[in-house]
């Protein structure tokens, strides 16, 4: 088996794994990507009853209907017991840097009205400090040219990533060479720079439960 298809098959042994965080009959949030797509695969395939699911993607909202599964508003909602989504590199506390297939700010909307966040990631994911994985940021597109002055300052290198537009209209700034030793502290300073709508460090909104398909298997890790 090649690493891509070793990764994928990890991915899917997670998203199965997940159905156990699954309460039947509830509303579930969904989030993003190529692991949740398997999840939502596998939620199909398990017949799960659910009241409904919050996307955090027209990606998603997509492969859920199309899976049968009712997409509601998460304006119509009030809260979530659980969230599951992927990420593109956890720490040993939960902390996420997420945004690689451009869907942070709705990621974070959903997790917020979450109860749990359980991050569903193949082992290359789990890193011990954040950073090595280019910083995904949603911003609006006048703004980017001082953003990318502020990341510099940092000591970060940010480009626009090309073609991008968000479901909300904006643009992703990439940023590499960070090294976020204090994810929840940059969380807060980051978000408070004008014309930045969502970092994707998931600090404050970090992983309860993280599902990590390993060679061994998959290992649970509990973060309360
Ligand atoms: O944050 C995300 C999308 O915005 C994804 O969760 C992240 O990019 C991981 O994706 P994948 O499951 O394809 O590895």
Redesign the pocket.
Known sequence: MDKTAHQNEL?RQVAQAALAYVEPGSVLGV??????DLFIAALAASGIPLAGAVSSSERSTQALRAAGITVLEAAAVERLSTYI????EIDPKGHMI???????TR?KIVADLADRFVCIADASKCVEVLGRFPLPVEVIPMAAPKLIRRFAELGGQASLRAGCVTDNGQHILDVRGLAITDPLAFEAEISQWPGVVTVGIFARHRARVALIGAAEGVRTLNFD
């Open positions: 991915k989030g993003t990507g190529s692991t949740v989504d992927g990420a593109d997420k945004g690689g297939g451009a869907a942070l990621e």
